[in-house]
């Protein structure tokens, strides 16, 4: 079982940046996949960002259309952290953003059904 916990949303105005942290449980933090993920009021929960574990893609990143250029996701695997670094935010940013992880060896990494556990999720809005 692995346990996620998400920090460090907030309010921030447009053009402003935020860090959001995932903490995670488990012995093999480096193995897993992480994932970021959003859903707006009305919308359904979409991709943002990803980052393989060690063991596969040697850690290779994924993004967004809607998030690349902006937001750079990165990992500690010593503090079992996956953190994702948002900058120039957009009002159309806003939303709950979600920690996902997957201990699967193989995995769409957009996909929501590629990741077994998810946090409880941080809000994040952004003013206009």
């Known amino acids: 079982q692995v346990q996620l916990v998400e920090s460090g949303g907030g309010l921030v105005q447009a053009g402003g940046s935020l860090r959001l942290s995932c903490a995670a449980s488990?012995?093999?933090?480096?193995?897993?996949?992480m994932g970021w993920f959003r859903q707006a009021p009305g919308k359904e929960r979409e991709f943002v960002a990803a980052?393989?574990?060690?063991?596969?893609?040697?850690?290779?990143?994924d993004y967004a259309d809607s998030a690349k250029g902006r937001f750079t996701i990165s990992r500690d695997n010593a503090k079992n952290t996956v953190y994702l670094q948002m900058d120039s935010l957009k009002p159309e940013d806003t939303a709950v953003y979600y920690c996902?992880?997957?201990?699967?060896?193989?995995?769409?990494?957009?996909?929501?059904?590629?990741?077994?556990?998810w946090g409880q999720g941080t809000q994040v809005t952004v003013s206009s």
């Open positions: 996902a992880a997957s201990t699967r060896r193989s995995l769409d990494s957009r996909s929501l059904s590629g990741y077994e556990y």
């Open positions: 488990g012995r093999t933090f480096s193995s897993y996949a």
């Open positions: 980052v393989a574990g060690i063991t596969l893609s040697g850690g290779r990143k």
